[in-house]
């Protein structure tokens, strides 16, 4: 009788995690949103990119709830795209049920729209809908035309070489999701690495327009005053050296005059 | 006038005459070559900028201001690099030797600046190639004058080794400033250059930043 109660139990508590496994099973592997400049702001182009188990059970026919991180702001809205139904939470889209038609391998593709004033220096809640999750995700802020959406580091982000990520992101993990993203890693500073949970941590990520006329403004008036600083003291050096100058090669002079006239006398 | 032929036979890596060869007029003569310097980089930016009123105006001020400030961030690490070099050559040829490259290099584009400003004028694609074309060789008459009136300059017994190694950091730092001040100071031409987006531009490539 024992026994048998201990067998149950047993069996109880090596199914309780794959039983929990099979309704948190990750969706997405990864997923990259790519921003770029329209007339009401900004447009988000998403490919999240799904675990080979979800791309199956999705091929299966079985449709899935993919969430965001965040519900979107009142500000984003999603085109409608063939498989992809919004799941709206309080009024706000929350996360897309993904049909099987939305599927391309394993990419799941849609495009949101941002309404915003895109000035040099506002700061900017990014619309970039983020899935929920320990997924590594790339934000891709360049704008082109040397324009980009510099993330505001601090709530868990820091700023690194070429790039944003939070502290306990390591090099392997955001080549792993390069790679299954398909992006070109570039020297601009405004690709964002980011997880669903950072950025529910940090309830949203914000960035700032950077534009290369607002870049080079920063800089150019300390230069200027460098500048004129520098010419002034060019020509206030000359002042000062004029006299010493002119002493100095009249005594160069003399002295090669004297040295003549003791070479004729000679 | 004199001042002037003095600073191009110091350009030119010639021997200092005796009556010029005192501290202060030393010290005078890589002042009035800085200056001279400005002016010839200001003839070749307004030459640059002709198409447009404004950049023209504008390079006035933006191509001298390169020039200078390239300069004057280079010089410490020079002067830094010769001192720790520990060679014989006295701080003041090194310092002639810079301003006598920075004045021939300015020169070539003074005179290059009717060139640049004829062809940007009657031409889509030469105007542009002339003018980038003409800060390269600037550029590169500046390098070897300033390598040359160094080596010229050294006392007799002096290893040219030694030198080299202020030189070299000297014409390093002044290169990696003028990338960025280029940057910074762009639009300098009409057209957009490799060199408007400094650095993070040139060294643009898949792996560059992993």
Redesign the interface.
Same mark, same amino acid.
């Given at each position: 009788m024992l026994r048998t109660f201990f067998v149950v139990l047993l069996t109880l508590f090596a199914l309780a995690p794959a039983a929990h496994a099979e309704t948190t099973a990750p969706l997405v592997a990864s997923a990259i949103f790519s921003s770029t400049r329209s007339a009401q702001g900004l447009t988000w182009r998403a490919s999240w990119v799904l675990t080979p188990e979800a791309a199956a059970e999705l091929d299966d026919g079985s449709p899935r709830t993919l969430r965001f991180a965040l519900p979107l702001a009142d500000d984003v809205t999603m085109e409608p795209t063939t498989g992809l139904q919004p799941v709206l939470e309080d009024g706000h889209v929350a996360g897309v049920l993904v049909g099987r038609t939305a599927l391309d391998a394993r990419t799941v593709r849609a495009v949101f729209h941002q309404r915003t004033a895109l000035d040099s220096d506002t700061h900017v809640r990014l619309g970039a809908p983020v899935a929920a999750g320990i997924a590594l995700q790339i934000i891709d802020g360049d704008l082109g035309s040397?324009t980009r959406l510099e993330i505001d580091t601090g709530h868990g982000l820091e700023r690194r070489?070429?790039?944003v990520a939070p502290p306990n992101v390591g090099?392997a993990a955001?080549?792993e999701a390069r790679r299954l993203t398909g992006y070109?890693?570039?020297?601009?500073g405004a690709?964002l690495y980011v997880r669903g949970d950072d950025v529910k941590a940090s309830k949203g990520v914000t960035a700032t327009l950077v534009t290369?006329h607002g870049r080079?403004r920063h800089?150019?008036l300390a230069?200027?005053v460098?500048?004129v600083a520098?010419?002034g003291a060019?020509?206030v050096?000359?002042r000062k050296?004029?006299d010493?100058?002119s002493?100095?090669?009249a005594?160069?002079?003399l002295?090669?005059e004297v040295d003549a006239l003791g070479g004729k006398a000679r | 006038m004199g001042t002037l032929v003095t600073l191009i036979d110091i350009a030119c890596g010639r021997p200092i005459p005796?009556?010029?060869?005192?501290?202060?007029?030393r010290?005078?003569l890589v002042?009035?070559a800085?200056?001279a310097s $400005?002016v010839f980089a200001g003839a070749w930016g307004l030459a640059a900028g002709s198409r447009s009123a404004g950049l023209a105006v504008a390079n006035l001020?933006k191509v001298?201001?390169v020039v $200078?400030?390239s300069c004057?961030f280079a010089a410490p690490a020079g002067l830094l690099a010769w001192r720790l070099s520990g060679t014989r050559m006295r701080g003041s040829d090194l310092a002639l030797g810079f301003v006598g490259g920075v004045f021939g290099g300015t020169l070539v584009l003074a005179v290059l600046a009717p060139l640049v400003a004829l062809y940007y004028h009657s031409s889509a694609w030469a105007g542009p190639v002339l003018g980038i074309g003409s800060a390269g060789l600037a550029l590169l008459t500046g390098t070897i004058m300033f390598v040359r009136g160094v080596v010229r300059r050294l006392e007799p017994g002096t290893r040219k080794r030694t030198v080299m190694l202020p030189v070299a950091v000297t014409l390093a730092m002044q290169l990696l400033t003028l990338l960025q001040?280029a940057?910074?100071?762009?639009p300098i031409f009409p057209e957009r250059t490799a060199f408007s987006?400094g650095i993070?531009h040139i060294?643009?490539s898949?792996?560059?930043?992993?």
């Open positions: 040397d070489v070429g790039h090099h955001r080549a070109t890693s570039r020297v601009t690709a290369p080079a800089g150019a230069i200027a460098a500048f520098i010419v060019l020509f050096a000359i050296l004029r010493a100058a002493v100095e090669r005594d160069a002079l002295a090669a | 005796a009556e010029d060869s005192g501290p202060s007029r010290l005078q002042v009035f800085l200056l $400005l001020y001298p201001m $200078l400030m004057a001040l940057s910074l100071a762009s987006g993070d060294a643009q898949p792996a560059a930043s992993e």
